[in-house]
Nanobody, 127 residues
Framework: RCSCRRWGGGLVQVGDSLRLSCAVS????????MAWFRQAPGKVREFVAA????????YYGDSVRGRFFMSGDNAENTVYLQMNNLQPEDTVVYYC????????????????????WGQGTLVTVSS
């Protein structure tokens, strides 16, 4: 199961950075395909990033590519989302997710591939 929390708080200014964490319990996060999604109220969840830890590059959504970076820490069994150059449109709830279905890179951006979801954390970017 995936649990997510904010590191450093969720209130930031435009252009600032913030790192979110997702602590995985029960088994190593590397046994899952892990992903980050985000969702604004009343809208569907948007794909942010995914990684199968197989040595390939992380797959990023178009809206965050070049600004957001996904990583994992084996010792802490935690997955991170480093968010840089934050903009007002990044003010949404962020979720981590874990998949046992071994989705391909093309499949990894769809929410139905993920069985475990964190509760989400709100990021607020003010100008």
């Amino acid at each position: 199961r995936c649990s997510c929390r904010r590191w450093g708080g969720g209130l930031v200014q435009v252009g600032d950075s913030l790192r979110l964490s997702c602590a995985v319990s029960g088994r190593t996060f590397r046994s899952y395909v892990m992903a980050w999604f985000r969702q604004a109220p009343g809208k569907v969840r948007e794909f942010v990033a995914a990684n199968n830890w197989g040595g390939s590059n992380t797959y990023y959504g178009d809206s965050v590519r070049g600004r957001f970076f996904m990583s994992g820490d084996n010792a802490e069994n935690t997955v991170y989302l480093q968010m840089n150059n934050l903009q007002p449109e990044d003010t949404v709830v962020y979720y981590c997710a874990a998949s046992t279905s071994r989705p391909t890179l093309a499949q990894s951006s769809t929410t139905r591939q993920y069985q475990y979801w964190g509760q989400g954390t709100l990021v607020t970017v003010s100008s």
